[in-house]
Structure formats: C-alpha cells, structure tokens
C-alpha cells in the first residue's frame, strides 16, 4: 500500500517556470527522499531529508519536511524542458529495526515542462 | 562508479512459466532492495537482502523470492507466472544500513520490464 498522496498528479508549467509538487504522509518517518524517473525507467535519486531537517537545498531543488503535517513539498525552480518526468517522494521507517531497506513511495506527479 | 545494473531489461513470458532477474549493486553497496512498478499499485516493495540474508519482506505471494550472493549480486525469481505480475521491477543498493537509517540513500538500476502473456 501506499505511503501517501501527492498532489497535483500532473502539472503542466512552461519553462523558466516554477514547479511544487507536494507528498503527505502516515506514519513516523526517519527520512524521506524524492526521487524523478523518466518515462518508465530506472528512478534517480533527487534529495533526502532527514526527520530532524526542515529545508534542504540541491541545485534548483528545495525540499521543505513538516513532520508536524506530516508533509513534504519539493519545488524546482527555473524548470527547464528537460525536468519532465514523474516525481515521486519515498519514506523511510525504521520502527523496531524492521523496516530495513524499505522505502514507502507516493502516488507520483507527472511533471510536464513545455518548452 | 558503475551505477546499478539489471538484467535483462525486457522479457516476454507466458503464464505459468518462471523468471529469474538479476541485479548487480553498486560496488561497496551490501543492500539491494526490490520494488514491482505497475500501473495499477505504482510502486511497492518486494523485499530486501543484506549480507545474504532477507532482512525484509512486502505483501507478496510466496510465488516471489530472492537471494543474495556473496559479491551481493542478488536475483529475484517468479514462479507460475500470472497475467499480473506483468510490471517493471526496479532494484535498488544502498550502503550498509541498520546503524545510521538516515543516510539510506537508495539507487536505482534501470529495471526489468516484464510482460507476460
């Protein structure tokens, strides 16, 4: 199942644009990260943020983290053609040392950036 | 480095038969998780290895098993084949974890498409 939502499930932007896409979630978490993935291929690791965080940059990349809500927003700024993908977030949980390995990821928001 | 490896990158079987996936982690990377990519469910976590040994397991049949070899080279195996189980298969290697989980990073290959007929 599931971790969460993200929202919007696709966005449309023009280049030069910025994009946020956001990722709720339900349980705890130690960490979560974003990851894009190009027309069904393999995922790229974008960033990870940790529980403690609450804003990390990369780049054009800003990622936010309110555990309180128990969201995430990541925002690329500038896009560029080149940013159209789909976006997923992932979570990581530890719980009782038995979530090795395991990341729990989103529905994904299809970004689309037209040139 | 070399990113993460799977093979083959597509495959066409029918139902019934069995499959096996390979994937060669990143050098250095202990852990190699499993995900199945479809339509349907997106993406959900098969199981993951660790030093040889499953440490974790999602929600899936037993017709779905792995195994890890020594070089933590690890091969994923469907038996029976059904219509659905028709998906990409994604692995993923991460550094030794357990210790320090927030620096988990996880890396991906480029899949295994499988379509079954």
């Known amino acids: 199942s599931q971790q969460g939502e993200e929202d919007p499930q696709a966005l449309s932007i023009q280049e030069g644009e910025n994009a946020t896409m956001n990722c709720s979630y339900k349980t705890s978490i130690n960490n979560l990260q974003w990851y894009r993935q190009n027309s069904g291929r393999g995922l790229v690791h974008l960033i990870l943020?940790?529980?403690?965080?609450r804003e990390k940059h990369s780049g054009r990349l800003r990622v936010t983290l309110d555990t309180s809500k128990k969201s995430s927003s990541l925002l690329i700024t500038a896009s560029r053609a080149a940013d159209t993908a789909s976006y997923f977030c992932?979570?990581?949980?530890?719980?009782?040392?038995?979530?090795?390995?395991?990341?729990?990821f989103g529905q994904g928001t299809i970004l689309t950036v037209h040139p | 480095k070399a990113g993460v490896t799977q093979t083959p990158r597509y495959l066409i079987k029918t139902r019934g038969q069995q499959v096996t996936l390979s994937c060669s982690p990143i050098?250095?990377?202990?852990?190699v998780s499993w995900y199945q990519q479809t339509p349907g469910q997106g993406l959900q976590f098969l199981f993951e290895?660790?030093?040889?040994?499953?440490?974790n397991k999602g929600n899936f049949p037993g017709r779905f098993s792995g195994r890890q070899f020594s070089n933590s080279r690890s091969e994923m195996n469907v038996s029976t084949l059904e219509l659905g189980d028709s998906a990409l298969y994604l692995c993923?290697?991460?550094?030794?974890?357990?210790?320090?989980?927030?620096?988990?990073?996880?890396?991906f290959g480029p899949g295994t498409r499988l379509t079954v007929l």
């Open positions: 993923a290697s991460s550094l030794p974890s357990g210790r320090n989980p927030n620096t988990d990073t996880q890396y």
């Open positions: 992932a979570t990581g949980q530890y719980a009782g040392g038995t979530s090795y390995g395991k990341l729990t």
């Open positions: 050098s250095g990377h202990r852990s």
């Open positions: 290895y660790f030093s040889e040994t499953q440490r």
């Open positions: 943020i940790r529980s403690n965080e």
